[in-house]
């Protein structure tokens, strides 16, 4: 059976970056802490567990110490916070989202208020929202825009580094058509793109596409649901554990594809263990 890899696949330079970060720390010997999951991705998770790198959900439950700021990006407060209480603030932040931050904020100094096309809920959008200031909003969808009034105001947008160019684009216009002035920076990152695009081009070709990343992964989960609607039989799975060789004892060619924040050992492990049935 041959194995086909999607490419790009797996994490993107700011994942990598991020746990080249804190396994150069663990290797210096510090005692690291990260502020939730450094990564979607229960294995990637729990191997720095095993290294010593501990997880707390908030400040209040570390006393003293490195804590690690995501590469999402972290609200401005959470590290005003962890630098007031004593703590060494490791920066892991991506430089892509670190430029959102930068461009956000000069756009409110300049007067313009504000707009963020994201997900409210995501903590990418809440540090780069805290960049902005007081003066921002965020826009996730076209019913949001019409909740604002937008006359005679300077509106500056950027948009988490996830969107798609389409909603960006969508936004974009309509807030255009209502606002006296508009500055619109396009701050889509296009790992997550990349990695759809080479999962849609590849499924087609394959008898059974795998999917490998966190079940908790978001981006995971969307590469699945575009390999299904390719009408493939696609099967997402964490771990090589979990595949089962009766489901594809019929296959000649399988894909593999995996999530921006799936390391390259799990990805390496299956395509073994796949080539290996
Ligand atoms: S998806 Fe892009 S912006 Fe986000 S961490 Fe990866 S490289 Fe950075």
Same mark, same amino acid.
């Given at each position: 059976m041959e194995v086909l890899v999607a490419e790009p696949a797996g994490v993107c330079y700011g994942v990598r970056r991020a746990l080249e970060i804190v396994e150069s720390e663990v290797r210096k010997g510090r005692k690291i802490v990260? %502020? @939730?999951? %450094?990564?979607?991705?229960?294995?990637? +998770? *729990?191997r720095l567990e095993e290294k010593g790198v501990r997880v707390v959900n908030g400040i209040?439950?570390?006393?003293g110490g490195a804590i690690v700021m995501p590469s999402h990006g972290a609200? *401005?407060?959470?590290?005003?916070?962890?630098e007031r209480a004593g703590l060494q603030v490791i920066d892991a932040t991506c430089p892509f989202v670190a430029k959102v931050h930068r461009v956000?904020? =000069? #756009?409110? /100094?300049?007067?313009? /208020?504000?707009?963020?096309?994201?997900?409210? @809920?995501? !903590?990418?959008? =809440?540090?780069? #929202? !805290?960049a902005a200031g007081e003066n921002a909003v965020v826009v996730s969808s076209t019913n949001d825009v019409e909740k604002h009034n937008w006359a005679a105001k300077k509106v500056g947008i950027v948009c988490q580094t996830t969107q798609t160019p389409e909603h960006f684009g969508e $936004? +974009?216009? %309509?807030?255009?058509?209502?606002?006296?002035?508009?500055?619109?920076?396009?701050?889509?990152?296009y790992a997550t793109h990349d990695r759809q695009s080479a999962a849609r081009n590849l499924?087609? *070709?394959?008898?059974?596409?795998? +999917?490998? @990343?966190?079940?908790? !992964?978001?981006?995971?989960?969307? #590469?699945? /649901? $575009?390999c299904r609607e390719s009408g493939v039989r696609t099967y997402h799975i964490e771990t090589a554990d979990e595949i089962d060789p009766q489901a594809i004892k019929d296959c000649r060619i399988v894909g593999l594809?995996?999530?921006? !924040?799936?390391?390259?050992?799990?990805?390496?492990? +299956? =395509?073994?263990? %796949?080539?290996? #049935?």
């Open positions: 990260t %502020l @939730g999951p %450094l990564i979607h991705n229960p294995q990637a +998770v *729990k209040e439950e570390m006393c609200p *401005k407060a959470v590290r005003e916070t962890a956000a904020r =000069k #756009l409110a /100094e300049h007067g313009y /208020e504000v707009v963020v096309i994201g997900d409210p @809920g995501h !903590s990418e959008v =809440k540090g780069i #929202l !805290s $936004i +974009v216009g %309509l807030i255009a058509m209502r606002a006296a002035e508009v500055v619109a920076h396009n701050t889509i990152c499924a087609p *070709k394959v008898d059974a596409m795998f +999917v490998v @990343g966190g079940r908790n !992964s978001a981006n995971t989960n969307r #590469l699945a /649901e $575009i594809t995996a999530g921006a !924040s799936t390391p390259d050992w799990v990805i390496d492990e +299956v =395509k073994a263990r %796949l080539e290996a #049935l």
